[in-house]
């Protein structure tokens, strides 16, 4: 009878355990998904305003062209030797 309530303490135990941890990755899960989104609804007019200010004045098809040209030759990739 006690080599059996051992048994019990320690299955009980070790599946308590497992359940503990499931449901801690499961509740990490949710609140790791609810602060990203927090900090990128915070986050998101700054990032709008960063690449607004990349975005060209008046010259546009000037440097459109000049973009494209620029990657037709190949210039200003980051490959080693290029």
Do not use: C
Not at 35 to 59: C, F, S, T, W
């Amino acid at each position: 009878m006690v080599l059996g309530g051992l048994f019990a303490f320690f299955n009980f135990r070790a599946v308590a355990g497992k359940e503990a941890r499931d449901e801690a990755k499961k509740i990490a899960k949710e609140v790791a998904e609810q602060v990203a989104n927090e900090h990128m609804q915070k986050e998101l007019p700054n990032i709008i305003r960063a690449y607004q200010a990349m975005i060209p004045g008046d010259d546009t098809d000037e440097e459109a062209d000049s973009f494209a040209e620029v990657q037709e030759r190949g210039e200003g990739d980051n490959e080693p030797g290029g």
